[in-house]
């Protein structure tokens, strides 16, 4: 099955960057639907962002306009670049892959990685 290792999590002041990645070690990660989601503590796990296998962007509404989700092919990894942090943004971000559509509900994907801590401070 694909494997997910995310990255580049950590502390950041409000209206800093962060950029995660998340490197897939499957050989069939070009034909994956990639997607973005987090989760802080009492909350249910929530959409961040999701991408085609060719780079078309979904995101919520919430993110729009401050994250960016890419794709590099070639080298298996997805991005999530944060720009505009705010303390509401801390939270565990998760890695997912479908073999399938883009959709906004976790419970559609298919593999997930163990996540990568965001904190935000005020």
């Known amino acids: 099955q694909e494997q997910l290792v995310e990255s580049g999590g950590g502390l950041a002041q409000a209206g800093g960057s962060l950029r995660l990645s998340c490197a897939a070690s499957?050989?069939?990660?070009?034909?994956?639907?990639m997607g973005w989601f987090r989760q802080a503590p009492g909350k249910e796990r929530e959409f961040v962002a999701a991408?085609?296998?060719?780079?078309?962007?979904t995101y919520s509404d919430a993110m729009k306009g401050r994250f960016t989700i890419s794709r590099d092919n070639a080298k298996n990894t997805v991005y999530l670049q944060m720009n505009s942090l705010k303390p509401e943004d801390t939270a565990v971000y998760y890695c997912?892959?479908?073999?399938?559509?883009?959709?906004?509900?976790?419970?559609?994907?298919?593999?997930w990685g163990q996540g990568t801590q965001v904190t935000v401070s005020s």
């Open positions: 997912a892959a479908r073999a399938g559509p883009p959709t906004i509900w976790a419970r559609s994907y298919n593999y």
């Open positions: 499957g050989r069939t990660f070009s034909t994956y639907v």
């Open positions: 991408i085609s296998r060719s780079g078309g962007a």
